[in-house]
């Protein structure tokens, strides 16, 4: 169904990178425009990074040019590993077009890593381009309104590839955008276990959270007047901010679920925090209002 094309290989001396935060968007997100970026997070302490890493360095050279590595030292990108949530090293994520499209955690074998930087060149178009193309189109579809159409394709490129992570999460955005949430359940539900915890999918999975809290949303003015007339009262603030993320108010929902934390963060078992991880994983890693309300969530954990 999709044609092919060749990939633009990256200069050798580019292909491993030590990445920092001053120029983790221009050697991750900008440079995954055109070719995928696997980001190794890892520490000079973390004896499974010793292993890993020169697994992955040997097979991202061996794709020559056809993906590249990104090489992020944690203890000195504290920033980073914050907003992208790095909770364990080492983490692996693969970028491309801007988005992570997969990943995995800890230390796997040599035939895992070989597999999973092979997927990537395939999809940044050493084996076939048509179907990067076709999840660039199905994206655009998406953003235009043209649910429909996105689906069709997605479920195509599916019909494919079945474990592509990022056209996976796609379908079910585009069911969640026409509403149709109990078949977005289905279609997560179905998930590959290979593919069940990759960035895009997980990401489906927040929306999907999202969506239903929105279902259960309550009148937006009465719970503003609620939460100005008690502003100790926390279910009200935490209603108020699921009133304001259903009416796409989403930086004024975190806003309001930050003060929250701030006030009380361990109220209704850290309910505050939960919930803006869940918004956070719905949005793109570099969305500015993800950016921002991770830095300022960061900042008061660590004050």
């Known amino acids: 169904m999709f044609g092919t094309d060749t990939a633009s290989a990256a200069p050798a001396a580019d292909l491993v990178k030590d990445v920092n935060e001053a120029d983790f968007m221009k050697e991750v997100i900008?440079?995954?425009?055109?070719?995928?970026?696997?980001?190794?997070?890892?520490?000079?302490w973390c004896g499974p990074c010793k292993t890993l890493g020169p697994s992955l360095e040997a097979e991202v050279k061996a794709a020559k040019g056809a993906v590249v590595l990104a090489k992020v030292d944690v203890d000195k990108n504290q920033m980073i590993s914050s907003q992208l949530r790095i909770q364990s090293i080492p983490t692996v994520y693969a970028f491309?077009?801007?988005?992570?499209?997969?990943?995995?955690?800890g230390a796997v074998p040599p035939s895992e890593v070989k597999q999973f930087v092979q997927k990537l060149v395939e999809l940044g178009g050493g084996a076939d381009n048509g179907l990067a193309d076709a999840l660039i189109a199905a994206e655009e579809m998406l953003a235009e309104g043209a649910a429909a159409d996105a689906a069709?394709?997605?479920?195509?490129?599916?019909?494919?590839?079945?474990?592509?992570?990022?056209?996976?999460?796609?379908?079910?955005?585009?069911?969640?955008?026409?509403g149709n949430?109990?078949?977005?359940?289905?279609?997560?539900?179905?998930?590959?276990?290979?593919?069940?915890?990759?960035?895009p999918v997980e990401a489906a999975r927040a929306q999907l959270a999202l969506a239903r809290q929105a279902e259960k949303a309550g009148p937006l003015d009465q719970l503003r007047h609620k939460v100005?007339?008690?502003?100790?009262?926390?279910?009200?603030?935490?209603?108020?901010?699921?009133?304001?993320?259903?009416?796409?108010?989403?930086?004024?929902?975190?806003?309001?679920?930050?003060?929250?934390?701030?006030?009380?963060?361990?109220?209704?078992?850290?309910?505050?925090?939960?919930?803006?991880?869940?918004?956070?994983?719905?949005?793109k890693p570099t969305d500015p209002v993800a950016v921002k309300g991770r830095r300022r969530l960061s900042s008061m954990i660590f004050a």
């Open 228 to 283: 100005e007339a008690d502003p100790a009262d926390h279910q009200a603030r935490f209603d108020y901010a699921t009133a304001l993320h259903a009416a796409g108010q989403v930086e004024e929902a975190i806003d309001q679920l930050l003060e929250l934390f701030r006030r009380d963060r361990e109220w209704n078992e850290g309910a505050a925090k939960t919930q803006l991880f869940t918004i956070f994983d719905a949005l």
């Open 181 to 199: 949430l109990d078949q977005a359940e289905a279609v997560l539900n179905a998930a590959p276990a290979k593919i069940a915890t990759a960035a």
């Open 96 to 105: 491309w077009q801007g988005q992570p499209v997969d990943g995995f955690q």
């Open 152 to 178: 069709e394709t997605f479920a195509a490129i599916l019909g494919e590839e079945p474990e592509n992570a990022e056209a996976y999460g796609g379908l079910v955005r585009a069911h969640l955008a026409v």
């Open 30 to 44: 900008d440079k995954s425009m055109t070719v995928p970026v696997i980001v190794d997070f890892w520490a000079t």
